[in-house]
């Protein structure tokens, strides 16, 4: 069965680092998405990326936060300048049309920021 | 804002006891209402969903029941298995001219014992 898949699994980063955390969503999907869940807190959508532009985000997702989809199969999200309040587990998710039901997550990259 | 809350875990519990996760909304529409589940390593995965009131939703012999009245969701099954020792997420997501993306509560770990 297809998946999303997520690498790194665990990244570990300095403060004022830049880190680019990269997915590969499911090969016929058309929306993607990222979403953070910081340890013992919910899991907060960051933004969904449609038609090669962002179609929505939340407040979360600042001028830190970029998305991209350089080729035909990764979808990245980068952080400019980590901060300690960075450190969260980050899931990616694709869909093939928009509906919530809809959605595939991958594993999932723990952040780390020291 | 709309919100979900569920009970905090680990819930821990023996093999084939029952189980309920007690999930609860505040939403300003009207939702549809999911609960996914995360194994050890694996990404989120959509467990059931229901889309209007007093809809029931089943999956793998779990189910949960959309109540409007007491604004609830609560996950059950009859008799747990070890494999079913996961992080059960809720859902809600508010359906069509709604933005599809879902807001989740906190997740609750389930432990079962053999």
Known sequence: ?114 | GDSVTQMEGPVTLSEEAFLTINCTYTATGYPSLFWYVQYPGEGLQLLLKATKADDKGSNKGFEATYRKETTSFHLEKGSVQVSDSAVYFCALALGSGGSYIPTFGRGTSLIVHP
């Open chain 1, 1 to 114: 069965e297809p998946e999303v898949t997520q690498t790194p699994s665990h990244q570990v980063t300095q403060m004022g680092q830049e880190v680019i955390l990269r997915c590969v969503p499911i090969s016929n999907h058309l929306y993607f998405y990222w979403y953070r869940q910081i340890l013992g807190q919910k899991v907060e959508f960051l933004v969904s990326f449609y038609n090669n532009e962002i179609s929505e985000k939340s407040e979360i997702f600042d001028d830190q936060f970029s998305v991209e989809r350089p080729d035909g199969s990764n979808f990245t999200l980068k952080i400019r300048s980590t901060k300690l309040e960075d450190s969260a587990m980050y899931f990616c998710a694709s869909s093939p049309r928009q509906g919530a039901y809809e959605q595939y997550f991958g594993p999932g990259t723990r952040l780390t920021v020291t």
